[in-house]
């Protein structure tokens, strides 16, 4: 299973257009909020089951807050974060994934990626494909991806 990771489009889907290209055999799209009114763009696009949640730039918008998400045998946490004050420190969300069970918390809000597998839980941020603001600012994406033994692999990938 292939599971494609993006946040902070803001609207904006060139470069998830050209990800989407270059991906083969995406089984799910996991979207960390500030879609900003593109979900039925990202569903048609991609043909695949997608889960989102809201941004802090979703303000008119219906979407969950956050989702909890069996895949495979791994408990993820999905948000965008902002309600966890991530842009300041991670620990608060990580102490809260790990309270609830989780095996894996996938956020947004920073536009930096990160990927820490420590303290007992994968923190998984995919950066953001619009607008960057990590060194370099290059648009980036995650991938997990679950081996045939149904163990997860990540990857944080970028569109240069």
Request: net charge negative; proline share 3%.
């Amino acid at each position: 299973m292939r599971i494609l990771v993006v946040s902070d489009t803001h609207g904006r889907h060139e470069n998830l257009r050209k990800i989407w290209e270059r991906e083969q055999d995406i089984d799910k799209v996991i979207h960390l909020g500030d879609v900003e009114g593109g979900e039925s763009y990202i569903e048609e696009l991609t043909g695949c089951p997608v889960e989102i949640v809201a941004g802090n730039n979703d303000f008119f918008s219906d979407l969950e807050r956050e989702k909890e998400l069996k895949i495979g045998r791994y408990n993820v946490l999905i948000t965008h974060g902002h309600y966890y004050y991530v842009a300041m420190e991670t620990e608060d969300l990580r102490k809260e994934a790990l309270g609830r069970g989780m095996d894996v918390v996938m956020f947004g809000h920073t536009h930096k990626p990160l990927l820490d597998n420590s303290k007992g839980i994968v923190m998984l941020n995919p950066g953001s494909v619009s607008y960057p603001r990590q060194d370099g600012h290059v648009p980036s994406y995650a991938l997990m991806e679950l081996d045939q033994k149904g163990e997860a692999h990540f990857k944080i990938k970028y569109l240069e």
